[in-house]
């Protein structure tokens, strides 16, 4: 059996992956993303975010945004919409600032209010804001925190609402998974969100670990508990474990397989934990090499489409639960 088939019977919602435009040309890549018994749930890599959509004001375009949306519909698959107010992968025309408060509350109201409108009823859920702390539990600069404080979290949250009441707004960030300084300011987060009487519904591990540093499934258990506690959901939204160095050895491969299963198991043993994305399926196709000089093999399919000991883990965690 399948991972999103097996998932299901485990009680979550989805297994899911990230693909971007550019793989879709690749055949047999496609096979296994098509493969909705595998994937049930996809979420496009770069198409929806605000260089993509609206990189002049008020000139939105959706003809990339639309590609992995219209896959998702076709196949059946459950669509994760990402990213809203995000701090990277900003037109210039937004970064370089120059607003008032108001005045970026308008900006970020249109921007949402155009593509979350443009997407209504078919999200599950959309990553409204991403990455708005930093590691050391500070507030991450950005046109967004320099212009407008904290205010900018329930404008975003308020304003997909109004366009689709239907999608589950969340909170999206890294490194939440160490139960940290960052964690804690992800829960400040969450809580001046709810202060502020807006919306939200849920927040987004998004799980970019590293082989032999992944926390223990309590561990992720107890981070993950400090969310549901307020109320919202949680998913894992864009799950891999990187090797720090590459080639990775067998025995490498093997404690990688056990870090994924840490994960996944962390999100059966949480009621409220939803569902997991991978974020990338494959080798052939991961930003951990571009980002992380030496490192990489972070997925759970090798770059010959072959599934690795992590796959296999995964799955029988998965037929056990
Ligand atoms: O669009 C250009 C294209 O025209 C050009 O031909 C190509 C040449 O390299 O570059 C393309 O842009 C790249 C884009 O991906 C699309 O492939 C950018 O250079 C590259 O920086 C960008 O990387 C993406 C990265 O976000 C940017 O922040 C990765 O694919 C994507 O996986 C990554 O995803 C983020 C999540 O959105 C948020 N969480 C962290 C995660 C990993 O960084």
């Not at 690749?26 to 993303?33: F, G, H, L, R, S």
């Not at 490498?252 to 840490?262: G, L, V």
């Amino acid at each position: 059996a399948q991972l999103h088939s097996l998932a299901l019977d485990a009680g979550l919602l989805y297994f899911g992956t990230t693909v971007d435009n550019g793989y879709t040309s690749d055949a047999p890549y496609m096979a296994i993303v098509n493969d909705v018994d595998e994937f049930g749930q996809l979420v496009p890599e770069n198409a929806q975010k605000w260089d993509a959509t609206e990189a002049t004001q008020n000139t939105f375009t959706y003809t990339k945004a639309d590609v992995i949306p219209d896959l998702a519909a076709t196949n059946g698959q459950i669509l994760r919409c990402h990213a809203l107010t995000w701090y990277s992968q900003l037109p210039s025309w937004v970064s370089s600032g120059g607003f008032t408060a108001a005045q970026l509350q308008s900006v970020i109201e249109a921007h949402i209010s155009n593509v979350v409108g443009h997407f209504k009823g078919d999200c599950y859920a959309w990553d409204v804001v991403n990455e708005a702390a930093a590691d050391d539990g500070t507030w991450r600069s950005s046109v967004f925190y320099e212009t407008m404080g904290t205010d900018f979290l329930a404008v975003s949250f308020n304003a997909a609402h109004e366009a689709d009441p239907s999608a589950k707004l969340y909170y999206n960030d890294y490194n939440l998974e160490y139960n940290g300084a960052k964690t804690d300011k992800a829960v400040e987060i969450v809580k001046i969100i709810q202060d502020a009487g807006a919306p939200i519904d849920g927040v987004g591990f998004q799980g970019h670990l590293i082989v032999g540093s992944t926390p223990s499934r309590s561990s992720l258990v107890t981070a993950l508990k400090r969310f549901t506690a307020l109320g919202v959901e949680v998913a894992y939204t864009e799950l891999d474990i990187r090797h720090a160095s590459i080639p990775a050895s067998d025995s490498a491969k093997t404690t990688q397989a056990n870090d994924y299963t840490n994960v996944v198991g962390s999100c059966l043993d949480v009621e409220g934990c939803v569902g997991i994305t991978v974020w990338g399926f494959t080798d052939r196709y991961n930003w951990v090499p571009a980002t992380f000089s030496g490192a990489g093999e972070a997925c759970i399919y090798d770059e010959g489409l072959n599934k690795k000991p992590a796959w296999t883990s995964i799955s029988s965690l998965l037929a056990a639960a």
